[in-house]
């Protein structure tokens, strides 16, 4: 069974730091590439960092630039997104996603599997 669970959403205040967490189990996850992309109320999906299956390579959106950074750890079988300098436009849903392998770019619609959310809210 493919699971996918995300962690480590709240409120923050602008400014502030948070970091998720991603927990894969039912697929090798060192074969799959990874992605964080988000949903703001109202909104479609955005694409916001990517990482290879390596972990050797990132990838982000311009406006999280400087101040988001992803990573995996591979024995724990965990994605991560570190996010600093928050903003209230980062309020968001945000999903963890798998492809199997590496993509020419991070389509969310390329991606198999997919967490369930977690929110983020970034308010005063």
């Known amino acids: 069974q493919v699971q996918l669970v995300e962690s480590g959403g709240g409120l923050v205040q602008p400014g502030g730091s948070l970091t998720l967490s991603c927990v894969a189990s039912g697929f090798t996850f060192s074969n799959y590439a990874m992605t964080w992309v988000r949903q703001a109320p109202g909104k479609g999906l955005e694409w916001v960092s990517g990482?290879?299956?390596?972990?050797?390579?990132?990838i982000y959106q311009d406006s999280v630039k400087g101040r988001f950074t992803i990573s995996r750890d591979s024995a724990k079988n965990t994605l991560y997104l570190q996010m600093n300098n928050l903003r209230p436009e980062d309020t968001a849903v945000y999903y963890c996603?798998?492809?199997?392998?590496?993509?020419?770019?991070?389509?969310?619609?390329?991606?198999?599997?997919w967490g369930q959310g977690t929110q983020v809210t970034v308010s005063s």
């Open positions: 996603a798998a492809r199997y392998r590496n993509p020419v770019a991070y389509r969310p619609s390329e991606f198999r599997y």
């Open positions: 990482i290879n299956s390596g972990g050797g390579s990132t």
